[in-house]
């Protein structure tokens, strides 16, 4: 079964300090990964895709990072900010039909405190 | 900022009456998705489309319809309402590409009384 595993659930960090984020997957065959910012009430908001070949890409303060072997991605954030908080979402395609269908993971919930 | 719209944003209405949930996006995409997504929960694909006159039920049960009679609208109708559609309700575009990015609006946050 695809899915799509993200840890931890909630993290709560002091404003201007790092954060990284775990997304693990399952899906097969492997097409790409994005990283969604979530904020309350809202629809999400792509921060950043990696196909198979890239390791690494950064959307300003964001980091991702991709290792396609162990089926494993991490979302960091540098000198986080109070706009931060919102929830990150991982989000997988696969290339197993012409949909490119996407699996979603169920989020992590990041609060940063002044 | 993605333009691709969602109304309403709130609806609070009582068991049995007719909704329609409107979408509209002006950025051309043939691609639209209609997604259901609970509290704390992952999205769920429910409805989508690849184009004018083309849709197609989601991985999701949904006891919804939609439509697509124009490129730019995608809306999501629920003949007769029951609590348990209450629930979060995700607009999302899309071009075609293979690493194609879906937009999402606003959402509709729906309340089934």
């Known amino acids: 079964k695809n899915q799509v595993e993200q840890s931890p659930q909630s993290l709560i960090i002091l404003e201007g300090k790092n954060c990284t984020l775990q997304?693990?997957?399952?899906?097969?065959?492997?097409?790409?990964l994005r990283w969604y910012k979530q904020d309350t009430g809202r629809g999400p908001v792509s921060l950043t895709i990696m196909t198979f070949s890239e390791n690494t890409k950064s959307n300003g303060r964001y980091t991702a990072t991709l290792d396609a072997d162990t089926k494993q991605s991490s979302l960091h954030i540098t000198a986080s900010q109070l706009s931060d908080s919102a929830s990150y979402i991982c989000?997988?395609?696969?290339?197993?039909?012409?949909?490119?269908?996407?699996?979603f993971g169920r989020g992590t919930q990041l609060t940063v405190w002044p | 900022e993605a333009d691709i719209y969602q109304t309403p944003r709130y609806l609070v209405i009582g068991t049995g009456k007719k909704i329609t949930l409107e979408c509209s996006q002006t950025m051309g995409h043939d691609k639209m998705y209609w997604y259901q997504q609970d509290p704390g929960m992952e999205l769920h694909l429910i409805h989508y489309?690849?184009?004018?006159?083309?849709?197609e039920k989601g991985d999701l049960s949904s006891e919804s319809t939609v439509s697509r009679i124009r490129t730019e609208h995608f809306p999501l109708t629920l003949e007769s309402a029951r609590p348990s559609h209450t629930s979060q309700y995700l607009c999302?575009?899309?071009?075609?590409?293979?690493?194609?990015?879906?937009?999402f609006g606003p959402g509709t946050r729906l309340l089934v009384l």
């Open positions: 997304c693990n997957y399952t899906v097969s065959p492997f097409s790409n």
């Open positions: 489309s690849y184009g004018v006159n083309s849709t």
């Open positions: 999302a575009s899309g071009a075609s590409g293979v690493e194609e990015t879906q937009y």
């Open positions: 989000v997988v395609s696969d290339r197993g039909s012409t949909l490119g269908r996407l699996y």
